[in-house]
């Protein structure tokens, strides 16, 4: 599956956005999709991310009640809402896919069989 991220922007603190991730080649709802971030000189680090089958949605524990994670199969489409934005929060983020059944916290994980990657899109929160 190839992915393709997009929705990023400058806007300011408290803000929403949201983020969109269009899948091709392959239908998404074999997979598991996770977002990540990766800000200047940090590590990527795991946002939200929602299980294959069951659809089950999973949050880094700083991120829980601000961002959501959503599927919409028939565009074969996944997205992140994020409310409340915050100058931490800006950062490149990615969408990614991993053909797996697993449901759980190492869906966070970056490194957990997600072998598939968008290119990223830019959020920048300003104060």
């Known amino acids: 599956v190839q992915l393709q991220a997009s929705g990023g922007g400058l806007v300011q603190t408290g803000d929403s956005l949201r983020l969109s991730c269009v899948g091709s080649?392959?239908?998404?709802?074999?997979?598991?999709v996770g977002w990540f971030r990766q800000a200047p000189g940090k590590e990527r680090e795991g946002v939200a991310a929602?299980?294959?089958?069951?659809?089950?949605?999973y949050y880094a524990e700083s991120m829980k009640g601000r961002f959501a994670v959503s599927m919409n199969s028939a565009q074969n489409m996944a997205y992140l809402q994020l409310n409340n934005l915050k100058p931490e929060d800006t950062a490149v983020y990615y969408c990614?896919?991993?053909?797996?059944?697993?449901?759980?916290?190492?869906?966070?994980?970056?490194?957990?069989?997600?072998?598939?990657w968008g290119q990223g899109t830019l959020v920048t929160v300003s104060s």
């Open positions: 929602m299980s294959s089958s069951p659809r089950r949605a």
């Open positions: 080649g392959s239908t998404l709802e074999r997979y598991a």
């Open positions: 990614a896919a991993a053909l797996t059944t697993y449901s759980g916290d190492y869906l966070l994980r970056p490194w957990y069989e997600y072998h598939f």
